[in-house]
């Protein structure tokens, strides 16, 4: 059976990787045409918001356009440093930029209740689907998600860890999620690792490992100097993203070329919203990186479409559900 093509698009501001003073979202102007792209090969994104998304203007006649004509899907994003209610974690949360799992619960679930109910009283339509801030997911948040009826969450990063990526300073960083199934599976809401009997379907984005995997050792040596971590990381990765980053189209061709043959459920695609405008990511700074990355996105979803079954999160949720998909693992309740 065809794996199903799942495109997530972290739909938030501009450039947060540069950690600034006041957000933009100059970026939700150069939606259309990645949209425009994914509708001439039938694909069907699932857009995952931020609260400062949720507040413009141009991304809310972008949604409501997108929902009017069900060509895609509005989701939630939430970044825990911006998103109401404002209680500060750190002394100064736009550069530190917590994990939403770092707060305490009540923070949490206000948080996540701002961020649904603004989505769907902007969009008019229930809010189903969720990735975490920073890849940041835990027990806690599944059981709030759970509350609010979430069906779909994809912060999983499969063979990737957290930990070294701080939010408060002296915390402990991010999740470790190596172990992690690479397969979608209803959560174990006590042990998010593991598939249980909860609603909630964790569908992990598409990551690989390379043949570089065994220089771990290697890695750990040259975490302390920049300039070797970046060319280890560069030219002898640990891991393949379905994620464009410049250099990357014949990996991800293949990871879609393969993903029959080895039975993959499905294939998870992701990018960021900002990397699809000039400056707007590290990535992408120039006008002439974009249409390189066009021209990349070009060739994989032309390949997606010819070999995999277009879905959003939703709709991939409720074919999983039904059984549609074979699955790997898990207790289905």
Known sequence: MRPVFLITVDTEGDNLWARPREITTRNAEFLPRFQELCERYGLRPTYLATYEMACSPTFREFGLDLLGRGTGEIGTHPHAWNTPPLVPLTHDDLYHQPYLIEYPEPVMAEKIRVLTELLEDTFGVKMRSHRAGRWGFSETYARL???????????????????????????????????FPEDPYFVDSLDISRPGRSTLLEVPVTIVPSGWRSLGNLRERVRSVPLLRRAVHRFLPAV????????????????????????????????????????GSPLFPTRDHIERLYANLEALFELAARTCTPATLSEFYDAYRARAYPFAGGLIP
């Open 240 to 279: 393949y993203w379905l994620r464009p980053d410049r250099r990357n189209l014949p990996h991800m061709l293949r990871i879609v070329r393969q993903a029959a043959e080895l039975g993959r459920t499905h294939l998870e695609f992701m990018v960021h919203s900002s990397e699809l405008m000039p400056a």
């Open 145 to 179: 998600l759970l509350r609010h009826g979430y069906l779909v969450d994809c912060s999983v990063t499969p063979h990737v860890s957290w930990r070294g990526h701080l939010g408060a300073p002296g915390g402990p960083g991010g999740p470790d999620y190596r172990n």
